[in-house]
């Protein structure tokens, strides 16, 4: 099975930099996903981790450990439209689940002015 | 390129209706996906597709039913609607090879009374 864990809600200021976690057990694994979510939205891509490290790209950088089942998502600069979801997701490893991503329940990161 | 399309956007069903989702891209994707969304449990997955004719169940098939007669439509059906099936429905879809990244259609919000 799949378990996906991060926080629900997070507040931060405009400006600042902020981590969100991510904690998974999966029964294999195949790359971790970061999504973002506006309110009434569909979710777009943001970040793919499936070796150890982190990837940086612009503002945002995420973060895989596999041996720890952890994650982070990190948002430097905060700006007022970073305020959405931002939902963790585990690729499943090979066979008939080939592709299919396991979503975590999202963080709603509010950011103030 | 209009992306990942799905029609309608918004529905209301009386309980025991029947209703057809329909779900287009036009990006020459394989895999394609069903979701639902509730508030608190994240993206979940009803039944997706890694090839024409082919479908599959994900995490929550029950009610529902799905098709692939074209490559490029997926469709997702409700025999006889129930309260419960009331929700946002997300149609994805990602390419073989792709690092895994899913592209979402804007979503159909579905109400069931």
């Known amino acids: 099975g799949q378990n996906i864990d991060q926080p629900t809600e997070m507040t931060a200021t405009e400006g600042a930099i902020v981590q969100i976690n991510c904690t998974y057990q999966?029964?294999?694994?195949?790359?971790l996903f970061w999504y973002q979510q506006h309110a009434g939205e569909a979710p777009t891509f943001l970040s793919y981790?499936?070796?150890?490290g982190l990837e940086e790209k612009g503002r945002f950088s995420s973060f895989l450990s596999r041996s720890k089942g952890y994650s982070y998502l990190l948002l430097k600069e905060l700006q007022m439209k970073d305020s959405a979801s931002y939902l963790c997701?585990?690729?499943?490893?090979?066979?008939?689940?080939?592709?299919?991503?396991?979503f975590g329940r999202g963080t709603q990161l509010t950011v103030w002015p | 390129n209009a992306g990942v399309t799905q029609t309608p956007k918004f529905r209301v069903l009386k309980t025991g209706q029947s209703m057809t989702l329909l779900c287009a891209q036009d990006?020459?994707?394989?895999?394609m996906y069903w979701y639902r969304q509730d508030p608190g449990m994240g993206l979940r997955l009803i039944h997706y597709?890694?090839?024409?004719?082919?479908?599959a169940k994900g995490e929550v098939p029950d009610g529902y039913n799905v098709s692939r007669l074209k490559k490029q439509n997926f469709l997702l059906g409700l025999e006889s609607a129930a309260p419960s099936q009331t929700s946002v429905y997300f149609c994805?879809?990602?390419?073989?090879?792709?690092?895994?990244?899913?592209?979402f259609g804007p979503g159909t919000r579905l109400t069931v009374t």
């Open positions: 597709s890694v090839g024409e004719g082919t479908t």
């Open positions: 990006m020459n994707h394989e895999y």
């Open positions: 994805a879809s990602t390419y073989r090879g792709a690092k895994g990244e899913q592209y």
């Open positions: 999966t029964s294999g694994f195949n790359g």
């Open positions: 997701a585990v690729r499943a490893l090979g066979g008939s689940t080939l592709g299919r991503l396991y």
């Open positions: 981790n499936v070796l150890d």
